[in-house]
Structure formats: C-alpha cells, structure tokens
C-alpha cells in the first residue's frame, strides 16, 4: 500500500476505538491542518517524513513514515486524555489497518507503530490546547 492508503487508514483505526470516536464526535479526525473555525476536540494527523527501505536487488517494499498525531481540546487535560488515548490504541500495534470497501486494495498491512516524541501547547487561534506526539509506523508498500 502506498503512502496514501496509509492516511485513511490511521483514520479509520483511530475511529473504530469508542473513546476516540466519542471524544472527537466520531468524525473531527483532519489530515494536515485543524480546518479554520473548529473549536471542539480534534485529532490532526500529519507526515513529517518518508524512508523507504531498499537491499541490493532494489525496493524492499517496507515503508517507515514518522506521522505527527496532534490532539486538540479546550482544556490542557482533555486533550492530554486524547493523546493518551490514541498512543493506547496505536502504539505497539502490528497487523492490519482497513478502510474503504475493505477489499484488498483497502487495506495495510503495519509491521509496527512505535511512539516517539511528544510535546504540548496553546494554539492561540483556534483557541485550543494541543497535545502532540510523532510515532513511526513501518508498514508494506507492495
């Protein structure tokens, strides 16, 4: 699976878990930037970086992006809860992610996910506390 099944399918892992769901009201999971005027609690997720992995005959097909996963609330607990949430769900996790129709082609098969840097701020304009952290997830491109 490319790098763009990647995307909806973190989407759609984070929304099957019920804590996550209800906290971000089942759908305020956005790709790269808080859309302008939300002021609920949110989940922006983000690539920061790309390696593909190659041996001596060429592409392995393993990929590893470093995903940003930023948490919003209005307060800095709840969006600390949030954070905590998403790293229960996703860090350490091997297997397969599916989105779509759930065919073959809507599906991805992680190798690992693996948390990694955090850190947390006031957004001074959607007025929202965030609560961020990077996680590298390895997963097959082919």
Do not use: C
């Amino acid at each position: 699976m490319s790098l763009a099944g990647i995307r909806p399918a973190l989407r759609a892992y984070l929304l099957a878990d019920p804590t996550i769901a209800s906290a971000v009201g089942g759908t305020r999971v956005h790709p790269v930037v808080l859309p302008q005027g939300v002021k609920a609690t949110s989940l922006v997720y983000n690539v920061i970086s790309e390696i593909t992995d190659h041996h001596t005959q060429g592409p392995s097909g393993l990929v590893m992006v470093r995903m940003q996963l930023d948490a919003y609330a209005q307060t800095t607990d709840a969006a600390d809860a949030l954070a905590r949430a998403v790293k229960e769900r996703i860090d350490g996790f091997a297997g397969v992610w599916t989105y779509g129709a759930s065919s073959p082609s809507d599906a991805v098969e992680v190798q690992g996910v693996f948390a990694d840097t955090a850190r947390s701020d006031y957004q001074s304009d959607p007025e929202l506390f965030r609560s961020s952290r990077d996680y590298r997830i390895f997963f097959s491109e082919r």
